[in-house]
């Protein structure tokens, strides 16, 4: 069916939606001043000397809520809306309100002392949000800037897709330069090529106004060039792949992964293998919770007992400070004692996947959560109670716990290349494993009982031995993690093994993709590469105190827009768009009927 452009006004817009996300805005740009983030992120330099992470974190909420205020779906069968003037003066008039609620937030902040109720509402806030400049200048600048912000929002939808995209792309690019400064920095110095990383960044941090200009040229020239989203082709393209073809990819980029993993620690610097380290353990638990969680439909809280487990396993064989049993053995990977030392940490996480498996069995949804939840609680406790400390060390925990050894090599904490290797390691044989499991018999039996657990049942799958296999499976990979986890510290204490663990997990594996692997690897390395850990650093490590709020408002965002993760499995995208696909079904087959009968 033809779709023919309706020709609109530049006054013909839904001005309640207008108003509704101007609002929207100015109250995120106070919500954000009030908490305290412009004020600490404003340490860290973007663009140097004319951006900051403080204000970058205010400037973009005009520019999206002004895209979000004049965005109109396009919808089947129906005439496409005109892009034009329209637009504009939708993004102008949005970013104008939010800038008049910013200024009025600005204004009472300025003339009432709010630090009764919101502690870092100050007179060092002020000055920094009115430029330096009084507040009858600086709220005229905010007016000015948000709606012009909000204008570029809206003309976001004007501009031609290849131009669109390389704008995006550009802008983009410098932020993603800027943000891995500390690790471009460190390769560089590794490879003694301080030069260029000189010229690309400033000494007080972030990039340089001529790198700024190269990189965004560089960007955006390579997005004119390219034919449309280059990371949705390859996943088509891969999608496409069958029999001979996508195992020859498959060995192709298995050993490229190889060889990456292999150099990769060899050119980096401590800090960025200790970031990549932290990356790898969190990853290594998240592919075991996805297992559970996105392969057989298990929610499970309290996945961070299973780490827990590992990690005292491995400190009571190993450590001579263990308060009950000190069987000192020695975590050596080429030797018998090591195995020994693994092969009982992988018997104790089993043992304790089927005790907690077991009770949960006939639950289903919240109940399994919350029963699940009560668990991890209960271990942790456990450990940190005056009733086990004579066994495992209470509040005090286990320390001493010696390096693991490879041969002559040494593996601990002060040498975070040995962790990395051994990390991929585990990681390399995490993902072999999901992914045999998730092209077997019990791959499909999981899907089958994530789908409905009645409909599998009655079609022969023995669901409480397929529940109990996921529980147990994800147990050991999480004890992996933990055993790793207690060599790298050399320490292990019950504070380690919080429910927020578990739930960073969990937030990994939804953001990333359930069911996914690839996805899980890229929520790995955007949540914990970025923000960090509970206790971990990221490459951010001014959001320290901001991680959690940002995590919650990443969950709700990929909920609601897009609810199969950033790379998500084929099936799982099905699954979750089904009624799209049928609707798309049905429409193309009433217009073959349409042309048919003409």
Do not use: C
């Amino acid at each position: 069916m033809n779709q023919t452009v309706t020709r609109r006004s530049a006054t013909d817009l839904d001005w309640d939606r207008v108003r509704r996300w101007g609002i929207y805005a100015g109250l995120t740009m106070a919500f954000l001043s009030s908490i305290g983030m412009v004020e600490n992120l404003d340490k860290r330099i973007i663009v140097d000397p004319i951006l900051s992470l403080g204000f970058l974190a205010l400037l973009w909420v005009p520019v999206a809520f002004g895209y979000a205020a004049t965005y109109e779906e396009a919808k089947e069968g129906m005439a496409a809306p005109e892009k034009g003037e329209r637009d504009l003066v939708g993004g102008l008039v949005t970013g104008l309100i939010g800038g008049l609620f910013f200024v009025a937030f600005i204004a009472i902040a300025d003339a009432v002392d709010l630090r009764g109720v919101f502690p870092r509402i100050g007179p060092a806030l002020i000055d920094l949000l009115t430029f330096d400049r009084g507040v009858a200048i600086g709220s005229l600048l905010w007016l000015v800037i948000s709606g012009l912000l909000g204008m570029f929002g809206g003309l976001l939808h004007v501009l031609p897709d290849r131009v669109r995209r390389a704008v995006t792309n550009a802008l983009a690019a410098v932020f993603l330069v800027a943000l891995v400064e500390i690790a471009v920095v460190d390769i560089f110095e590794s490879l003694r090529l301080t030069v260029i990383s000189d010229w690309i960044y400033a000494k007080n941090g972030g990039v340089t106004i001529a790198g700024a200009v190269v990189i965004a040229a560089l960007a955006a020239l390579s997005s004119v060039r390219s034919e449309g989203d280059a990371v949705v082709r390859f996943r088509t393209r891969y999608a496409t792949m069958e029999g001979d073809e996508r195992k020859r990819f498959n060995l192709i980029a298995g050993a490229v992964a190889v060889v990456l993993a292999v150099v990769l620690p060899m050119i980096l610097g401590g800090l960025t293998n200790e970031l990549l380290a932290n990356v790898g353990l969190f990853l290594l638990m998240a592919l075991g919770l996805n297992l559970v969680v996105g392969y057989a439909g298990l929610l499970d809280l309290g996945y961070v007992a299973f780490f827990a487990v590992g990690a005292y396993t491995t400190a009571i064989l190993t450590s001579p400070l263990s308060p009950k049993w000190t069987p000192m053995l020695t975590l050596d990977f080429f030797s018998i004692e090591g195995w020994v030392v693994m092969v009982v940490v992988v018997a104790v996480a089993a043992l304790s996947g089927l005790v907690v498996g077991t009770p949960v069995i006939r639950l289903r949804g919240d109940y399994l959560a919350i029963v699940t939840l009560g668990f991890g609680e209960i271990v942790r406790i456990l450990f940190l109670s005056d009733w086990l400390a004579p066994a495992f060390g209470g509040a005090q925990g286990i320390r001493n716990i010696p390096a693991a050894v490879a041969g002559p090599v040494e593996i601990n904490g002060t040498k975070p290349q040995t962790i990395f290797y051994v990390v991929v390691v585990f990681v390399g044989i995490a993902i072999y494993v999901a992914w045999r499991l998730y092209h077997s018999r019990i791959g499909r039996a999981w899907a089958a009982l994530r789908e409905d657990e009645d409909v599998a049942e009655a079609m022969g799958v023995e669901t409480t031995k397929m529940k109990l296999l996921a529980f147990i499976t994800g147990a050991i990979l999480a004890s992996f993690g933990g055993m790793i986890f207690a060599v790298k510290v050399g320490s292990v204490f019950p504070s380690s093994f919080k429910l927020i663990v578990s739930i960073i997990v969990l937030v990994i594996v939804i953001v990333g993709g359930m069911g996914s692997i690839p996805g899980v690897v890229v929520g790995s390395l955007v949540l914990i590469g970025i923000l960090g850990g509970p206790t971990q650093p990221g490459l951010l490590a001014e959001f320290g105190e901001f991680k959690l709020l940002i995590y919650g408002a990443l969950l709700v965002f990929m909920m609601l827009r897009r609810p199969e993760g950033l790379w998500p499995s084929v099936q799982r995208q099905r699954e979750l768009h089904q009624e799209e696909i049928l609707q798309d079904a049905w429409l193309k087959a009433e217009a073959a009927d349409e042309e048919g009968k003409r």
